[in-house]
């Protein structure tokens, strides 16, 4: 919005890995949650230098004005995951959660929407904070089990609110994909915060089916 990139990294498997769907995952989606950035730099580091076992994308920051500015918002006052174009688009507005004008009316939305479609990910994980659980939706349920074990986070299928137009809606209740929220507990951008998940996201790009 305010002219800075939306950066994503792009990884390859190894040639005898077994084909797989693509994996996309993304964060600091919400600016105030900058240790979302953090873990998923910290993978693409990893990455470099042991390959994914599927084809793999990374969005460390959905929302660079938003991380700049400190701001759970981006530079136009929306909160991203209420700006997606789900049947629950713009009901049940709760102050500061701020759906946009028109569903995926937002920069940020359109890119990340632009690039799941692009390159068919099925397999699709938002980082956030400051919760302590792995969500899921769709066909999210056995993964995030999965991702749970190993980092010791507990598994919850709802979030305890209504989430109208969430990155969750969308593409895991309206599409049925296999879609995880994680929250980390950390607030800070602390390295605590990948080593205690680092298993569960190589778990995530790597073996299951």
């Known amino acids: 919005m305010l002219g800075r990139p939306i950066?994503?990294?792009?990884?390859?498997?190894?040639?005898?890995?077994?084909?797989?769907?693509?994996?996309?995952?993304?964060?600091?989606?919400?600016?105030?949650?900058?240790?979302a950035q953090l873990i998923l730099e910290r993978l693409a580091d990893e990455l470099v230098e042991r390959p994914p076992g599927r084809d793999t994308w990374i969005v460390p920051c959905l929302n660079p004005d938003g991380i700049i500015a400190g701001t759970r918002n981006n530079a136009n006052d929306v909160d991203l995951n209420r700006n997606f174009a789900s049947s629950s688009?713009?009901?049940?507005?709760?102050?500061?959660?701020?759906?946009g004008a028109a569903a995926e009316d937002q920069p940020?939305?359109?890119?990340?929407?632009?690039?799941?479609e692009r390159i068919g990910?099925?397999?699709?994980?938002?980082?956030?904070?400051?919760?302590?659980?792995?969500?899921?939706?769709?066909?999210?349920?056995?993964?995030?089990?999965?991702?749970?074990?190993r980092c010791g986070y507990p598994v919850e299928h709802d979030m305890g609110y209504p989430c109208p137009g969430s990155f969750g809606t969308k593409y895991g209740v309206e599409r049925d994909l296999e879609v995880i929220t994680f929250e980390s507990p950390y607030v800070m951008a602390e390295e605590a915060g990948w080593l205690e998940c680092r298993t569960a996201f190589r778990w995530c790009v790597d073996l299951p089916a």
């Open 108 to 116: 940020e939305t359109q890119a990340i929407v632009e690039l799941i």
């Open 7 to 35: 950066e994503a990294v792009h990884f390859t498997p190894p040639e005898y890995a077994k084909p797989r769907p693509p994996a996309l995952l993304f964060g600091a989606m919400h600016g105030d949650e900058p240790v």
């Open 121 to 149: 990910a099925h397999r699709l994980i938002a980082v956030h904070a400051t919760y302590r659980m792995v969500n899921w939706d769709g066909k999210g349920e056995q993964l995030a089990t999965e991702m749970a074990e």
């Open 89 to 99: 688009w713009g009901t049940q507005r709760r102050p500061g959660y701020n759906p």
